[in-house]
Nanobody
């Protein structure tokens, strides 16, 4: 059974930084485009960032210039570096494939507050 295990969340002040990690137990991980998603309270889950198998990245407008997605295929891990955090970034963050979604992991809570 494929597992997605996100980590690295926490409480940070506005303007701060956090680095998220997601370990993916998928045998052919390197073949797949991966993505980070987030879900704020009372809102639908939304796409945040995508990284293809060829390591091209696409950042959604709300995080462009502040967040960076990367991957390490040797470690089956995808990362999200978040800088200049804003209160509106507060959400539970999840990773998953970009298409053909897997069962969601537990996510990691990010809270941006003073």
């Amino acid at each position: 059974q494929v597992q997605l295990v996100e980590s690295g969340g926490g409480l940070v002040q506005p303007g701060g930084s956090l680095s998220l990690s997601c370990l993916v137990s998928l045998s052919d991980f390197s073949r797949y485009a991966m993505a980070w998603y987030r879900q704020a309270p009372g809102k639908q889950r939304e796409l945040v960032a995508t990284i293809t198998s060829g390591e091209m990245t696409v950042m959604e407008d709300s995080v462009k210039g502040r967040f960076t997605i990367s991957r390490d295929n040797a470690k089956n891990t995808v990362y999200l570096q978040m800088n200049s955090l804003k209160p509106e970034d507060t959400a539970v963050y999840y990773c998953n494939r970009r298409v053909n979604l897997l069962q969601w992991g537990q996510g990691t809570q990010v809270t941006v507050s003073s």
